[in-house]
C-alpha cells in the first residue's frame, strides 16, 4: 500500500502557488483543496507559499520561481505599464479594499489635507488610487504614509485615513469600540476585483492542461469552504496560522461571500467587462499609458487561440532558462513591418513576436536604434540576439543564422507619376535606383542586373523624398512597404511603376554563436498559421481590389448575413439584458437593495440643476440608525446587515415614487425628494421614524433613527445643501435621538 502511494505521489505535477497574504480566510479556497485532497485527485502536488515581506509575486510567477500568484487586480500595472500575466480565475468579484477614515471624514475631497496609510501599490494602481485621482486627492496637497499593517496609528489619531480590507482591520476595529467611517471605491463607480489567480505565457500556454486541473481544483476547494466554514476556521487555526482568532475568521469568511457575489457569479469565474472598465479608467487616470492594452489575457481565452502546443526540449528549455533575456534589433523605419515609436516595437512583426513572445518563458527586450545599419552594426558586436525580420544575405551570413522565410513579398519600383509602367528594369539599369543602406534587396538585384546602378539611402522616406525631387529615377523595395508609404505621404506625386521577377524572403535571424536561439526560433516560426497571419495584415494594411460580380456566391453570403444577424440579434438581447443587471449593480447598494453613493450624487447633481432653472422644490432627508454601534457588538455584523435590510425596506414603502433612497454611508440613508418644500419633508420624515419605530426587527426589537431635513436653494452648492442636512442630523442626535431636526 505504502508502495502504491509512492509511485502515485511521483507522478504527481509539482506546482506552487504564491500567496497575496497570510494564512487566513482569504486563502481557504486553495488549503481546502490541499486539506480534502481536490489538487491530488487531479494530478496535483501543490505547495502553498506564504506570503514574506520582500516577495515580488508577479515577477516570481512570471519568472517561473512560481507556477501560480495571486493578486488584487485581474489587471496588473507597473510603471504605467500592462505587466503580460495570464488570468485564471477571480474569487472577489468586489474589491474589500476601502478606506477607513475618521468620523469627521465623509467623502474623498475630505482626504485632502489628512494623512493618509496606505502600500505603494494600493496608493497607485488599485480603486482606491482612482478613486483619489478622481477627486484630485494627490501628494502635492495631501500626506502620505507607507503602511505599518497596524491599526494603532488610525486609533491614535496619527492618520486620518488607512486604507484597510473588510475582511480583517474592521473586525479588529469594532472589537475595540473604535468609531469609524467608511470610503467604498465601488460607492463612486470604481469596481475592481480581488484575489485573483494568475499565471505566466509560459505556464499557460506550455501546461494548458495543468492549468486547468489546478483552477478545477481551486474551485472546488472553495465550493467546500464557503458550504463549511467553520470547519474551514479550525483548520486553518489548527494547522496554518494563529495569528486571527477562529471569530475574526468567520468574520473573515461572512465577509468574503458578500465579496464573491455569489448570485450574480460563479465561484471563480472571470469578469473580462470589470477588466477592460479598469483599462479605461486607468487609461483617463493618467495611471496607465495611452499605447497599453490588455490584448488575451484571460486564460480560456489564451488556450483557445494557443490550442497547438509549442513544446521545447529539454536543451533548448535550459538554454532558455540560462539567457534569462533575448536581445532583438529591429528596422526602426519600415512600416507597415515594424518601426520604433516611442521606444515601442510596432508593425506587423511586433504583432507576430508578441505571439512568440506568449511560447516563451523569458522575455524578448528591443535594443533601441536609429537605423537599419546601426541594427546590423549591433548584431555583428553581439548586442543584438535576433533579428525580428530579415533576408539572408552572404555578408549577414557570418555572423547570423536565418529561421525558414515566413513572409514572402514581390520587389517593386516607386517613381514619378509621368514614367510609364516598366516592363523590364533591365532597359533602364543606368538609372539611378535608390535602396535603403543595408537591405538584402540590393544584393538580390546585382545578381539579378549586372551593372545596375544602385544608390545607398538612409531610409524609405529619403529614397521616396529623392524620387520625388527627381535626384532618383526609383526607389526599390518590397510592394507592402512602398504601398504603405506612397498611401501615407506620397499619394498623387509617386506610383509603383515596376514589378521585378524576384521577391524579398524575409526570417528571424539569430545570432549563429548560439545554434539553439535558431532552433527555438524555427519551431516558433512554424507554429504560425495563416489565419493568425491574415488577422495581423488586416490590421496593417488596407487593400481593395475590384471582383466581378457572382450571383452564386451573392445568395451564399446573403444566407450567411441573415444566420449571423440573428445571432447577432439573439446575442444583443442577451448582452443587453446583462448589462441592464450590470447598470443595476453599479447603482444599487449590494446590502440593501437601495441605490448607492454614486447614484444619490447623480440625483441631488440633476435636482439641484431644476432648482436652478426652473426654480422647482427639491427636500432632502438624512436618516441615521441610533446607537447602532451598539446593535453590532451586541449582536454581531449579520444582525446588523439585518436590520439595515429591513430598515431599507421600510424606507421604500413609505416614500413616494418620485422620491429616491439611497444608502449615503454605514448606516445613514439619504432620500432626495423632488417638488415638496422642507415642511412636507418633514412630515414625510416623521412618518418614516414613526414607522421604523414601531417595527420589531428579527432577533433585535426595537430601533429608532434620526433625522435632518433641508432643501435646496439656489443661493448654495449641492455641497452645501449636504452639509445642511447633515447639521439638522447632528441635532437630532445632540437633542437626544429618535426625533427630526429640520435645518434652520
Known amino acids: 500500500m505504502q508502495a502504491a502511494l509512492s509511485v502515485q505521489a511521483q507522478s504527481l ?131 502620505f504614509t507607507d503602511h505599518n499593517f497596524h491599526i494603532e496609528d488610525f486609533i491614535s489619531g496619527k492618520v486620518a485615513a488607512m486604507s484597510a480590507f473588510r475582511t480583517n482591520q474592521l473586525y479588529l476595529l469594532d472589537s475595540k469600540n473604535i468609531e469609524y467611517n467608511i470610503i467604498d471605491p465601488a460607492d463612486y463607480g470604481f469596481f475592481m476585483s480581488a484575489v485573483n489567480l494568475f499565471t505566466s505565457h509560459s505556464e499557460a500556454i506550455n501546461q494548458t492542461d495543468r492549468t486547468r486541473r489546478f483552477i478545477e481544483a481551486s474551485n472546488k476547494g472553495w465550493t467546500y469552504a464557503l458550504e463549511h466554514p467553520e470547519e474551514t476556521v479550525s483548520i486553518i487555526y489548527q494547522k496554518y496560522s494563529q495569528l486571527k482568532s477562529p471569530e475574526a475568521l468567520l468574520f473573515e469568511a461572512s465577509v468574503t461571500r458578500k465579496m464573491m457575489l455569489l448570485d450574480f457569479f460563479d465561484i471563480g469565474a472571470t469578469n473580462k467587462d470589470l477588466s477592460l472598465r479598469s483599462v479605461s479608467q486607468f487609461h483617463f487616470s493618467g495611471l496607465l499609458e495611452p499605447d497599453q492594452q490588455l490584448g488575451n489575457f484571460i486564460f480560456e481565452e489564451v488556450s483557445q487561440e494557443f490550442s497547438k502546443n509549442v513544446n521545447f526540449t529539454d536543451q533548448q528549455k535550459l538554454y532558455l532558462q540560462g539567457k534569462k533575456q533575448i536581445n532583438m534589433c529591429v528596422d526602426p523605419e519600415w512600416m507597415p513591418f515594424e518601426s520604433i515609436r516611442n521606444g515601442q516595437h510596432i508593425g506587423i512583426a511586433a504583432d507576430i513576436f508578441e505571439k512568440f513572445s506568449a511560447f516563451l518563458p523569458i522575455p524578448i527586450q528591443l535594443v533601441e536604434t536609429h537605423s537599419w545599419q546601426e541594427s546590423l552594426f549591433r548584431a555583428k558586436s553581439r548586442d543584438c540576439d535576433i533579428f525580428s525580420l530579415a533576408s539572408s544575405t552572404v555578408e549577414r551570413n557570418t555572423y547570423m543564422d536565418f529561421t525558414s522565410p515566413y513572409i514572402n513579398l514581390p520587389i517593386v519600383m516607386a517613381t514619378n507619376m509621368e514614367e510609364i509602367f516598366i516592363a523590364d528594369i533591365e532597359t533602364v539599369k543606368h538609372k539611378k535606383f535608390g535602396v535603403v543602406k543595408g537591405y538584402a534587396i540590393a544584393d538580390i538585384l546585382r545578381k539579378s542586373f549586372s551593372d545596375i546602378n544602385i544608390v545607398d539611402v538612409n531610409s524609405i522616406s ?34 509603383v511603376s515596376s514589378r521585378l521577377n524576384d521577391e524579398v524572403r524575409l526570417a528571424v535571424g539569430t545570432r549563429n554563436d548560439q545554434p539553439e536561439l535558431n532552433q527555438i526560433f524555427e519551431i516558433l516560426v512554424r507554429h504560425l498559421d495563416e489565419k493568425s497571419m491574415q488577422s495581423i495584415y488586416n490590421r496593417w494594411v488596407s487593400v481593395k481590389q475590384d471582383v466581378a460580380f457572382d450571383y452564386g456566391l451573392f445568395w451564399k453570403l446573403l444566407a450567411i448575413i441573415v444566420f449571423l444577424s440573428v445571432a447577432y440579434f439573439y446575442y444583443y438581447i442577451k448582452l443587453k439584458s446583462l448589462n441592464v443587471a450590470l447598470l443595476k449593480l453599479s447603482i444599487t447598494d449590494k446590502l440593501t437593495g437601495l441605490f448607492n453613493r454614486v447614484k444619490m450624487d447623480q440625483v441631488l447633481i440633476q435636482y439641484k440643476s431644476a432648482m ?48 429616491y433612497a439611497g444608502r449615503w454611508g454605514g448606516e445613514e440613508f439619504l432620500i432626495v425628494c423632488p417638488n415638496i418644500n422642507q415642511d412636507a419633508a418633514r412630515v414625510l420624515a416623521e412618518k418614516i421614524s414613526n414607522k421604523i419605530r414601531k417595527h420589531d426587527f428579527s432577533g433585535i426589537g426595537k430601533v429608532t433613527v434620526s433625522a435632518g431635513v433641508s432643501e435646496f436653494s439656489k443661493h448654495l452648492s449641492v455641497q452645501k445643501s449636504i452639509s445642511n442636512v447633515d447639521k439638522a442630523l447632528y441635532q437630532s442626535k445632540q437633542g437626544g435621538r429618535d426625533r427630526v431636526t429640520v435645518y434652520a
Open 13 to 143: 505535477d509539482k506546482v506552487s502557488l504564491q500567496l497575496a497574504w497570510k494564512y487566513q480566510f482569504e486563502t481557504a479556497g486553495f488549503i481546502m483543496a490541499k486539506e480534502n485532497g481536490y489538487y491530488q485527485e487531479a494530478g496535483l502536488d501543490v505547495e502553498l507559499k506564504e506570503y514574506a515581506t520582500g516577495v515580488d509575486i508577479v515577477e516570481d510567477v512570471l519568472s517561473q520561481k512560481s507556477n501560480y500568484g495571486l493578486h488584487n487586480s485581474s489587471v496588473v500595472i507597473e510603471n504605467g505599464k500592462i505587466k503580460p500575466v495570464i488570468l485564471m480565475a477571480t474569487y472577489y468579484q468586489q474589491s474589500p479594499l476601502v478606506f477607513v477614515v475618521s468620523k469627521d471624514i465623509k467623502t474623498p475631497k475630505d482626504l485632502i489635507g489628512k494623512s493618509i496609510m496606505g502600500t505603494t501599490d494600493e496608493l497607485k494602481y488599485s480603486s482606491l488610487a482612482l478613486l483619489l485621482s478622481h477627486f484630485y486627492v494627490n501628494r502635492k496637497n495631501t500626506i
Open 462 to 495: 529619403d529614397g521616396l523624398k529623392r524620387v520625388e525631387n527627381g535626384e532618383l529615377y526609383g526607389y526599390i523595395d518590397n510592394l507592402m512597404v512602398i504601398a504603405d508609404a506612397i498611401q501615407k505621404d506620397f499619394t498623387g506625386v509617386l506610383k
Open 612 to 659: 436652478d432653472r426652473y426654480g422647482a422644490n427639491t427636500a432632502l432627508i438624512l436618516l441615521d440608525v441610533d446607537l447602532f454601534k451598539n446593535v453590532n457588538d451586541t449582536y454581531g455584523h449579520p444582525a446588523g446587515d439585518a436590520v439595515l435590510i429591513e430598515l431599507s425596506n421600510l424606507i421604500k414603502k413609505n416614500i413616494r415614487k418620485s422620491d
